[in-house]
């Protein structure tokens, strides 16, 4: 499980929680009306702006949130790739066929396997290629999804205060009724902006930064896989493959500076 997920989840809903509590606000905030319009309208212009065949995939990307998939290191990749360089210079590439059992990664396998298959390295490349735009548009897809939701539901926000403001003008003259229409007002508010701030968006830019990750130690792998076929000795897999782990740490300390 991302502990970090959770802890921030918890922190952010303990102050929201706290904050209402001391303004006697939280006995007003569940009001269903204002729930439905915001998570229901909010739903409704997902389906209408993405088909089926991306919207399949948001389950997976919820529990990928909450249990991120384990993926080596950049620096794992790299020392698991110049092994292999080393093992293809003295034995010759068909003898990295007893190592494919032991990578830390599914496509570096698939690379390896193909490249001791003997497939042409031209053929290797864009098959490496194609997998990689492939992944990175699966997982854009996703991101768009939430970051869509957090940009709708402010605006759903912003009809329901219309709404209860209109509901407010109508029964100007009887004040209870007054007091009810603003409830959906100002919930409707609070709710739009609270999903986009503290579930969509979050939920997107994490999902970007585990896409940036994978796509990342794809590209590793498959500078560092054509560089071996190319027969290129150890030292200068190991070099050629030292920017992509320069980026790695930089991205890292990126993240952790956030």
């Not at 249990?67 to 990295?96: C, H, Q, T, W, Y």
């Not at 830390?104 to 053929?123: E, S």
């Not at 735009?133 to 759903?156: C, D, E, K, M, Y």
Request: aromatic residues 10%; positive net charge.
């Amino acid at each position: 499980m991302d502990f970090m997920t959770l802890f921030g989840g918890m922190l952010g809903i303990g102050v929201i929680v706290f904050v209402l509590s001391a303004g006697g606000m939280l006995r007003f905030l569940l009001n269903w009306e204002a729930i439905i319009l915001i998570f229901g309208g909010t739903l409704g212009s997902i389906m209408i702006a993405y088909p089926w065949a991306a919207l399949q995939w948001t389950k997976s990307s919820f529990v990928m949130v909450l249990f991120p998939p384990k993926r080596p290191p950049i620096s794992d990749l790299v020392r698991a790739l110049v092994s292999l360089a080393e093992i293809g210079k003295k034995n010759g590439l068909e003898a990295i066929s007893a190592e494919l059992h032991r990578l830390p990664h599914p496509f570096m396998t698939d690379a390896c396997q193909m490249m001791v298959d003997g497939v042409d390295i031209h053929i290797l490349r864009e098959r490496m290629e194609n997998d990689i735009n492939t992944t990175r548009l699966r997982h854009q897809q996703q991101t768009n999804i939430f970051n869509s939701a957090g940009t709708f539901a402010p605006i759903f926000g912003l009809l329901g205060t219309l709404i209860g403001v209109v509901q407010v003008l109508r029964n100007i003259s009887n004040p209870q009724m007054m007091g009810s229409s603003m409830a959906i007002a100002m919930t409707a508010s609070f709710y739009g902006i609270f999903s986009a701030n503290f579930i969509f968006l979050p939920i997107a830019s994490k999902l970007g930064f585990y896409s940036d990750e994978d796509i990342l130690s794809r590209e590793v792998i498959a500078k560092g896989v054509l560089s071996i076929y190319d027969g290129d000795v150890p030292w200068l897999v190991s070099k050629k493959l030292e920017g992509y782990l320069s980026l790695a740490l930089r991205r890292k300390a990126k993240a952790a500076a956030k």
